[in-house]
């Protein structure tokens, strides 16, 4: 079992007066969930949409919400909380932060007990703002988000959307799935270096159709490809993705193709390679596909004995990859280190990922997984059994390695 890097973790977890505070309640779980430890400090609004009472019972812990205790009589009770707290942490996290604590703190107040908590912070802070349209694309909001961004704080872009008000456009709190993986990023010490580039990624199985409701088709649930996809988003990245059937979601900022056969992923790949200075190709096409689509369903009474398949064309090696950077994947059950580095060479790629299936904690349909990585130059990378977003995060390290 790969260990879960929220586990142990000590997280405050900031809430402010917006109407995206009626989730926390669902951050805290999960994030409890995968192991971490939580303490929650809310601004007084913020109790106005979620209570005190909720989010200690949820974190286990007591609720800060005043900077001075109740009661000080004989001086009892009297601490430096914001300092103990602050040093406590491993992260913070603001969520969700309305633009008026996002002003505060962009211009250093500390009038409340969340503020005063992030003025005596050590570790990093990740804000989450949510708010209607016109206050979150107002000037001095944006002027706010940029001086928190300079001073090396993590804020997340809202989302787009329809609004409480009704209103439809940017302002919506993202779903908690994404506020976890950033403040994974963060945790794993990741920055922004994939800012400005432009990849393309392949994910999922493609499906060869034999007739209306069979198909040949490979097993992938696409996680793997899906996790590339939001690290490299959330590291900076505009990416594509172009996927075959799969469960999995992917940030709306993510532009999404959906296709079903080789031959569809291989025309869109082809079209959105040009636009791409970095192509993943974790996809797990079909090598064949029938001579012949049947366009009504195949009977038992037909007593069909065989199917004649054709092979699909290669994908990557249709490519013209002249000052592109080309991974590739090999997904082995036997003599796995020389298959991928034949299929390396053979597709002209600089790096393949190796995935084994002699392990049961990688490959298809598990959350883990474990790779070793073949450059160009022949160099192996080992890495132990990780989460596939771990893994993810580790094939774009190894990306950014590459100079072309
Ligand atoms: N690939 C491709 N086009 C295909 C088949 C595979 O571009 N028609 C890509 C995969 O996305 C992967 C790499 O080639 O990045 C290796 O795929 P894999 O299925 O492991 O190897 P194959 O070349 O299909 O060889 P084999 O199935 O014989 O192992």
Redesign the pocket.
Known sequence: MSVDIFAGKKIILGVTGGIAAYKTPYFIREIKKRGAEVRVVMTPSATEFVTPLTLSTLSGNEVIVNIFPQSQENGAGLSTWHIDTALWADLMIIAPATINTVAKIANGFADNALTTLVAALRCPLLIVPAADVDMYRNKLTQRNFNTLREAGYYVIEAEEGELASGLIGRGRFPEINKVIDSAEIIILGYKRDFESKKILI?AGPTFEDIDPVRFIGNRSSGKMGYELAKASYLRGADVTLVSGFSHECAYPEIKLIKIRS?AEMKKLVGKEFENNEILI?????A?YKPVLFRGKKIKKEDKLSSIKVVE?????KTLDKKGKITT????ETDNELQ?ALK?LKS?NLDMIVLNSLKNHESGFEVDTNKITIIHRSGNQVKFPLLSKFQTANKILSEILKIKK
């Open positions: 392949t080789a190709m974790s996809a797990a096409v090598d699909t064309e290669d994908i990557l590739g994947f090999a997904l298959n299929k597709k």
